[in-house]
């Protein structure tokens, strides 16, 4: 089982940058890729992000070129790094985490608001 905390979300004006960071912990030997997502209010959980354990990295067009996923192994911590923020990507954004065995684990989730 992996259990994940996330932290960096928080209110910023448009054009503004955020960085998420989201740190697991249990099983962590087994953590394969690493990813976000988000879910805006109304609207189904989105893809965003992730990177996979040898650091190939893919994203969702909509943040490409704004958003950058980056992991650190050593401390078993992802991070998306969001500059440009448009009042779009104002949502809740959620870390998972994949093992080798196929499980999932999801964060608690950490509120983005991004104003006009």
């Known amino acids: 089982q992996v259990q994940l905390v996330e932290s960096g979300g928080g209110l910023v004006q448009a054009g503004g940058s955020l960085r998420l960071s989201c740190a697991a912990s249990?099983?962590?030997?087994?953590?394969?890729?690493m990813g976000w997502y988000r879910q805006a209010p109304g609207k189904q959980r989105e893809y965003v992000a992730m990177i996979s354990r040898r650091g190939t990295t893919d994203s969702n067009d909509s943040v490409k070129g704004r958003f950058t996923i980056s992991r650190d192994n050593a401390k078993n911590t992802v991070y998306l790094q969001m500059n440009s923020l448009k009042p779009e990507d104002t949502a809740v954004y959620y870390c998972?985490?994949?093992?080798?065995?196929?499980?999932?684990?999801w964060g608690q989730g950490t509120q983005v608001t991004v104003s006009s």
């Open positions: 249990g099983s962590i030997f087994s953590i394969n890729d």
């Open positions: 998972k985490v994949t093992t080798v065995g196929g499980r999932t684990s």
